[in-house]
């Protein structure tokens, strides 16, 4: 088999598109086309099915797939080891998180992770959607509070995310907000209309009591949440590392301390042969041991 050929079908595998296959490798899509045809008369096996615009692989395909990532992650393992021969070589590592954790948390705790490994050059993702680029290599870890079902993935437990209802202690006092039933008069500000963003909060009170919320304000930012609540826009829901200097400052205050909602747990997500890079392993073992309190928690 050619590696050319198993480059371009490993490149398709991932993206499950032959135009964006093409844009990645630099060359047209009649040249991925012909590799891939090539690759398949050259084994005798289809390695891709077509239904319509979908795309998928066979289960040729998919063993294929395995394989090839095993191969081209020893090559880029390897080229990681050869780069410390090279002149002020430096490596890359791109890593995703989540909007609000690697705006707020993650920049301001990284400096010492760089300064202890200066030939480790360090790229950031943020986005509320981290599966695809992992699942295509756009990103070499992510940091993420939602499960990540790839498979051959490794699932690395950072720390437990709490959240917090929020409001301007003005709001709360010219509402009149002193009990569940009072939610049904105000808004609720929400990163969506439909209240997924508020299930914990939900799923820690009484059945009879989640139909309150009903005047749903969307604001698809965490930062625009926490504004909004300090405007007295409404009640927000958000996670509790995102708003410790302002509930200290009392310039937001939890209207229903007695509530204790669900938690989510922040996890390391990675391929495991990458796990197995150097520069992966020394950030992954970073990360790993800073304190709750320096991600804000606990």
């Not at 050869?82 to 490596?91: F, G, P, T």
């Not at 002193?178 to 939610?183: K, N, Q, R, V």
């Not at 995102?242 to 989510?264: W, Y």
Request: charged share 25%; glycine share 4%.
């Amino acid at each position: 088999m050619d590696l050319y050929h198993l480059k371009t079908f490993f490149t398709l595998a991932k993206v499950k598109n032959f135009t964006q296959a093409a844009e990645l490798l630099f060359v047209t899509q009649s040249a991925v086309s012909h590799a891939i045809k090539k690759l398949e008369t050259s084994i005798d096996t289809p390695l891709i099915s077509r239904r319509g615009k979908v795309l998928e692989l066979t289960p040729a395909g998919h063993a294929l797939y395995r394989s090839c990532e095993k191969i081209f992650y020893e090559i880029e393992k390897a080229d990681q080891e050869i780069s410390r021969y090279r002149h002020e070589a430096r490596v890359r590592i791109r890593l995703g998180s989540t909007v609000e954790f690697g705006t707020s948390i993650l920049v301001n705790h990284i400096r010492s992770f760089l300064d202890a490994h200066p030939e480790i050059h360090l790229d950031f993702y943020f986005s509320h959607h981290l599966e695809t680029p992992l699942a295509r290599d756009e990103v070499d870890l992510v940091i993420d509070c939602i499960p990540h079902s790839l498979p051959n993935l490794a699932t690395i437990y950072l720390f437990q995310e709490q959240y917090v209802t929020i409001a301007s202690p003005d709001f709360i006092r010219s509402r009149e907000i002193y009990a569940l039933e009072d939610l049904e008069r105000i808004n609720i500000l929400s990163n969506d209309k439909q209240l997924a963003w508020w299930r914990n909060f939900l799923t820690a009170i009484p059945g009879d009591k989640q139909s309150c919320l009903k005047n749903v304000v969307q604001i698809n930012h965490i930062r625009g949440i926490i504004n909004g609540a300090i405007s007295g826009l409404g009640i927000g829901f958000v996670p509790k590392y995102t708003v410790i200097r302002e509930l200290e400052e009392k310039v937001l205050v939890d209207p229903f301390p007695g509530i204790k909602p669900g938690a989510d747990h922040f996890n390391i997500y990675i391929k495991k042969e990458k796990l197995e890079f150097e520069k992966n392993k020394a950030l992954v073992d970073y990360l790993t041991r800073l304190k709750p309190s320096e991600f804000g928690v606990g």
